[in-house]
């Protein structure tokens, strides 16, 4: 049915309301989209009352028709009374011709039944038949052989020529389909005896001609006795009887568990020797077969595998039972070579199939999946594992001992880590099967590494510095000798557990140095796995980035314990300062020229720090710590010089304030005897040299007194009291 059209600017389409899956709630929602809900509301009357038009209009087009349909049904009770006898008759005259035509089908069916069993025994017969003619004409051509004495086909021998048995194998394969499809039957099992023989006779004479054409090197009798085998599909069974009677013995001579053992190359010498004999023994059959490049294609007998089915289970059979010895992983050096080696065998094997079909039947060969089993590969992973993991954990148990001279690390537990990294992939150690193990195994090494380096950094204690009292400074402060001769106070020697500034500075180094060498092992992992076909090289890329960041992890410790271990050695003896006040106060000392010897104590660290990281780090990263140091320590310093600012004032103020209630007592004054500068702006003025002379030596250190911390401030702090200390 179709609704009347609507005007152009309704904001639905008619055609919506007649859809099967009409839904008022997705109705208004896409309105919506458009119109306000007010105009949808609109529309929506406007197009009822075309409705309602329309519906009007077909009921007057319609109405006499609506009117009269009353009228016209008059009288129709009557004449369907009139039918029903009619059509009750035709029904029974339907339901008897039915059941006639149904006795009729069901005759033709049990005579179509009873045609078809007598088909099938038909058949039966037939096939007994042709079974007792086939058996009867094999029998007739072996009695007719036989009686032949002098016949040509037959030289001197019981055994039936190649032709012949060409001609009995084709009959007998005939017997054989026939006798499979008459099987249960009671005239066959008379007949069995009669092929039992025939097939005895048959598997013998083909076995003695295949043997006899292999040992003189005819070509035409073993085609002839392998297109025979084919026909009664037996080529299994040729296969078995090559591998029986041409490989076994070959092989109980080469393998000779004596033989191998005796000569240091005895086992590569025995792999070169089996592979000399398909060359040299199975030159014939490949010829035959086609597994050769042969005189005449059109002759070649196709089905048979010679290499796979017959040589390669014989080799593998001796290799098993005479030289399972080879098989023992205990040490995994031999095991190593004598597993290369024979890989190397089964790939050499594998390049003189025929094919690519003979080589992917050689490897889904049970022989060839037993011989691949034998090799204990879990366990040599595990043997290198212990040897590979133990070296790492022995070189982590010594501690930060440093490395050997010529290494290109500092450290020897980081000697050890490359060494065991680079000995994963080596070619003594590499087994390409155990390549996911040997690359777990390389993400482990690094991954201990770095927990190591976390334990080392956290676990160890720092420096017991602090804990020792502060030396007092010399009573000659401003003395050359005695700025340069302090005793080592500030030495790395601390607890045991301690680290030292030179290890810091190793840790930092050695972990620059392998995350460089990490592109060279990652080109030694990406050969290694390019030659099993491995393509996905971005995993290996983010793998041993996420190592990279692993071995980064520490940095930021390494930095606080490098920079924390330079502020506690260099604080020590900048909290002399807190002394310089007593070296003044009533000494009548000169006016001071120089800075104090506490600061090239303090500052002999900071040195020491290039001196070692010369050539180790980066002059970036070496400044860094120095500046992160001199910041903490300068915060510091800062503290204590305002300590004693602050007290100096102070003592200043009191004695002012007591000079003036004395009035004049000459006794408590701080100024000279001679009338000189008072205590006091001593004091400040060797304060000022010595943040003065801080100044000049962070300068010396390559960084600016900018990068500083609290530094300006300090200096402004000092300049104040320089500037006090000349006014007095």
């Not at 204690?461 to 302090?486: D, G, I, N, Q």
Request: with cysteine; hydrophobic share 35%.
């Amino acid at each position: 049915m179709n609704l009347p059209k609507g005007p152009d600017s309704l904001c639905f389409d008619k055609d919506v309301f007649m859809k099967d899956d009409f839904d008022v709630d997705h109705f208004v929602a896409e309105c919506r989209k458009q119109v306000q809900l007010e105009e949808m509301r609109e529309d929506l009357e406007l197009y009822y009352k075309l409705l309602k038009t329309a519906m009007v209009e077909l009921i007057n087009k319609d109405y006499a028709d609506f009117v009269n349909l009353s009228t016209n049904l008059v009288g129709m009770d009557k004449a369907l009374n009139q039918l029903s006898v009619p059509l009750g008759q035709l029904r029974e005259e339907v339901l008897s011709l039915r059941s006639c035509v149904s006795e009729v089908i069901n005759a033709i069916d049990n005579q179509l039944s009873k045609q078809e069993d007598l088909q099938k025994k038909k058949v039966c017969v037939l096939r007994l038949i042709q079974v007792v003619r086939s058996v009867e004409k094999i029998e007739k051509i072996l009695h007719s052989q036989n009686s032949k004495e002098c016949s040509s086909l037959e030289i001197s021998s019981p055994l039936l020529a190649g032709q012949i048995l060409e001609r009995i194998a084709t009959e007998f394969n005939q017997l054989q389909f026939h006798a499979v499809q008459s099987k249960g039957m009671p005239l066959l099992d008379k007949v069995r005896p009669r092929i039992a023989g025939i097939t005895s006779m048959l598997q013998q004479s083909l076995e003695g001609l295949l043997i006899e054409g292999l040992q003189t090197s005819n070509v035409d009798m073993v085609r002839h006795c392998l297109r025979t085998y084919a026909t009664i599909d037996k080529t299994r069974d040729a296969e078995a009887l090559v591998g029986q009677v041409l490989v076994k013995p070959y092989m109980d001579q080469v393998i000779v568990e004596e033989v191998v053992k005796s000569n240091q190359n005895g086992l590569q010498l025995m792999y070169s020797r089996l592979l000399e004999f398909v060359p040299h023994h199975c030159r014939l059959l490949r010829e035959v077969t086609g597994g050769a490049i042969p005189s005449d294609k059109a002759d070649t007998v196709p089905g048979y595998d010679f290499l796979v089915n017959s040589v390669w289970p014989e080799i593998i059979k001796g290799v098993e039972e005479k030289l399972a010895y080879l098989f023992n992983p205990g040490n995994p050096d031999i095991f190593y070579e004598r597993y290369s080696l024979s890989m190397e065998f089964v790939r050499r094997f594998e390049r003189q199939c025929s094919s690519q079909a003979s080589v992917k039947r050689l490897r889904v060969h049970p022989s060839y999946i037993s011989f691949q089993n034998k090799w204990n590969l879990p366990v040599y992973f595990q043997l290198r594992y212990k040897e590979i993991a133990g070296c790492l954990e022995n070189a982590i148990n010594d501690g930060l001992e440093a490395a050997p001279a010529g290494s290109t690390f500092h450290l020897q537990v980081s000697e050890v880590l490359w060494s065991c990294l680079v000995r994963c992939w080596s070619d003594k150690v590499y087994l390409s099967p155990l390549a996911h193990r040997f690359w777990k195994l390389t993400l482990q090494l690094y991954s201990r590494y770095a927990k190591f380096l976390d334990e080392v950094l956290t676990k160890t204690s720092p420096l017991e510095v602090t804990k020792e009292p502060t030396r007092p400074l010399p009573s000659s402060a401003s003395s050359t000798s005695s700025r340069t001769s302090l005793d080592e106070g500030g030495s790395e020697s601390g607890s045991p557990t301690s680290l030292s500034t030179k290890q810091l500075v190793y840790i930092a180094a050695d972990i620059q140095k392998l995350q460089a060498q990490i592109p060279e092992l990652s080109e030694m992992v990406k050969q290694r796995l390019e030659a099993i076909g491995f393509k996905n090289f971005s995993l290996v890329e983010d793998a041993l980035s996420d190592s990279k960041a692993c071995l980064s992890s520490s940095i930021p410790t390494l930095n606080t314990r490098i920079t924390q271990h330079l502020t506690e050695r260099s604080c020590r003896f900048l909290k002399s300062a807190s002394e310089v006040p007593r070296l003044y106060r009533r000494t009548n000392k000169e006016l001071p020229v120089r800075a104090s010897a506490y600061m090239d104590n303090a500052l002999r660290p900071l040195h020491q720090l290039l001196t070692d990281s010369n050539g180790l780090v980066t002059p970036h990263t070496a400044q860094e710590w120095l500046r992160v140091a001199l910041s903490e320590c300068t915060q510091k310093y800062y503290e204590t010089i305002s300590e004693v600012l602050s007290s100096v004032k102070k003592m200043e103020e009191s004695l002012k304030r007591l000079k003036q209630a004395r009035k004049g007592a000459a006794t408590t004054t701080t100024t000279g005897a001679n009338g000189g500068p008072s205590d006091d702006t001593k004091i400040r003025l060797q304060l000022a040299l010595d943040v003065e002379y801080l100044g000049e030596q962070i300068q010396k250190m390559g960084l600016q007194t900018t990068d500083i911390t609290m530094f300006s401030t300090l200096m402004e702090l000092v300049k104040e009291a320089r500037e006090l200390a000349e006014q007095n």
